[in-house]
T-cell receptor
Framework: DTEVTQTPKHLVMGMTNKKSLKCEQHMGHRAMYWYKQKAKKPPELMFVYSYEKLSINESVPSRFSPECPNSSLLNLHLHALQPEDSALYLC?????????????FGNGTRLTVT | DQQVKQNSPSLSVQEGRISILNCDYTNSMFDYFLWYKKYPAEGPTFLISISSIKDKNEDGRFTVFLNKSAKHLSLHIVPSQPGDSAVYFCAAYTGTASKLTFGTGTRLQVTL
């Protein structure tokens, strides 16, 4: 069982839809992350929240909008996505700002954009 | 530009033998390295890490070796077990950033 919970596990959406991915952790971690992983590729960092503030945005298109309502929750709002955005979206957390601190990953949301 | 590379996309090892997974990096600012294991349909799971001030770290069946001059690290699994069959990613941090950079992954198959 993973201590980082992501919902939904699978999501199929059209290019005009608006949807949200959700992530929750109750380990008291203060840093949370969104990663994107395409098939046969390594995970790629999208966003980092540290102490509920956005600290890193890896030049992600604005059709992806992160939100951190509190230290336990992380959302990724999706709007007007493209088929090439289909991927596995991984949420992770770490005890502090992430420096030299192992990340704990959820099992991901498999997103398909049609 | 792939700063962390795992040049072997796959590796097959017999149960009970040693598995050696290799990783090379190009960024000399990396100072903390980690190995993750990933099963299909699951997120990566942290295995073991090493700071750049060390050259070896051991945890049970897993040992990570770091050769800073060669910008190379390796993960040794001994003895290998069928449950070790997964994709293994090495990853690296720089001390000034919260960004964890992953390697390309090696698929390990442990056969009976």
């Amino acid at each position: 069982d993973t201590e980082v919970t992501q919902t939904p596990k699978h999501l199929v959406m059209g290019m005009t839809n608006k949807k949200s991915l959700k992530c929750e952790q109750h380990m008291g971690h203060r840093a949370m992350y969104w990663y994107k992983q395409k098939a046969k590729k390594p995970p790629e960092l999208m966003f980092v929240y540290s102490y509920e503030k956005l600290s890193i945005n890896e030049s992600v298109p604005s059709r992806f909008s992160p939100e951190c309502p509190n230290s336990s929750l992380l959302n990724l709002h999706l709007h007007a996505l493209q088929p090439e955005d289909s991927a596995l979206y991984l949420c992770a957390s770490s005890p502090r700002g992430g420096i030299n601190s192992p990340l704990h990953f959820g099992n991901g949301t498999r997103l398909t954009v049609t | 530009d792939q700063q962390v590379k795992q040049n072997s996309p796959s590796l097959s090892v017999q149960e009970g033998r040693i598995s050696i997974l290799n990783c090379d990096y190009t960024n000399s600012m990396f100072d903390y390295f980690l190995w993750y294991k990933k099963y299909p349909a699951e997120g990566p799971t942290f295995l073991i890490s090493i700071s750049s001030i060390k050259d070896k770290n051991e945890d049970g069946r897993f040992t990570v070796f770091l050769n800073k001059s060669a910008k190379h690290l390796s993960l040794h699994i001994v003895p290998s077990q069928p449950g070790d069959s997964a994709v293994y990613f090495c990853a690296a941090y720089t001390g000034t950033a919260s960004k964890l950079t992953f390697g390309t992954g090696t698929r390990l198959q442990v056969t009976l």
